[in-house]
């Protein structure tokens, strides 16, 4: 069995030579076959091309295929959002009130708000429960486009708590059709039971925590919040040290409230992403320069906070890759909508609606270890793509920000939504 995709308007993000990542300005070109077809078979892209070149041996055997008519549509990979923390207990919307009262993220934290409290909330919940909520979310990725994601601790603070959202992580794996890494966040903030004595925790995350998560397999990647009232870089590198001997390569947080060291202490220790950056000079600019750390931005916790917006510009006229991430939280971002990620790229950080579209796919891709299998559409990757509804170009995805123009999703080459059925034999 497979599946033929026809006469789509416009298949976006081709490549015939896959690439791992798109720096600097290569960023604005994106393969583009206009008037296309899509075949899929089982869950990988088989082949893909022009109408015009639309093979015989596909018209014959239609009757054979599940058939979609893409006209007037356009085809997009789906979309990588290589960091988030989707699993989460309840919501924050107080603080949110909080903010528009004039307190700050730092202000809500010191006052033991923002992440300790999603801290209590979820230590309190059930394993299962912790996975009922977290799947709706999922769900609702799933529907916005989303075919990858990485998720990661950091709400529990305790191995206990850790291990059990790590769990739940693991369980999203094995059931849902999407694509996920595990990241291992226990260094997200000092607990409540350990602000007299820091170093104790440090201990618990490099002694106990890191060991366990290991030996379970139960994460792909260790993070850090190394910033100024959480993870100094000194700390940071003893941890990301303990992670690597246990074969966790580091993503890190870095650079949101401060210039806090935070890139240069993950370039030190090859982090796969270095991820906010909204404190960021020429210096962490250069510092990135020719290396394999993929910069991240996260354009919905800078619009949710308030907070200056990282230069994307600078970093892309620089010749940098730039990836693009929801940081779905519930804290600092609480939307995983990744057309929404984009249309902020073009709005607040003035990147091109090509760029946008490289940095939600290949280079997000690449920020979780999967640009090899995901992130653009070539043949032999997952098949992981969405067909919009009638629109008139690419660029109007991220240009119409508040609509929803995504129609059919397809994830390992299934139709999971709910789309016209498809016509059998075109
Ligand atoms: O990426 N910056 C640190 N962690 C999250 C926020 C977590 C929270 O506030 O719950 C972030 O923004
Ligand atoms: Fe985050």
Redo the contacts with the bound molecule.
Sequence with gaps: MGLLIKNIKCLVQTEDHPVHKICGREMAKLGLIKDAFLFIQDDKIRDFGSMDEYPAAYQISENNFDVIDASGKIVFPSFCDSHT?LVYAGSREQEFTDKIRGLSYAEIAERGG??LN?VAKLRETSEDDLYEQSMVRIKEIISLGTGAVEIKSGYGLSTEAELKMLRVIRKIRDTSPVEVRATFLGA?AIPEDFRKDRRKYIDLIINEMIPVVASEKLADFIDV?CDKGFFTTDETEKILTAGLRYGLKPKI?AN?LDFSGGVQTGLKYGALSVD?LERSGDEEIAALSGKDTMPTLLPG?ALFLGLPDPPARKMIDSGLPVALAS?Y?????PSGNMKLVMSLGCIRLRMLPEEVINAVTINSAYAMGLSETHGSIARGKVANVFITKEIPSYEFMPYAFGSNLIETVILKGKIINDPPTPLKGG
Excluded: A, K, L
């Design positions: 923390h923002g992440i999603s997200h919040f947080h949101e906010h916790s940081d939280n519930p804290g600092s971002s």
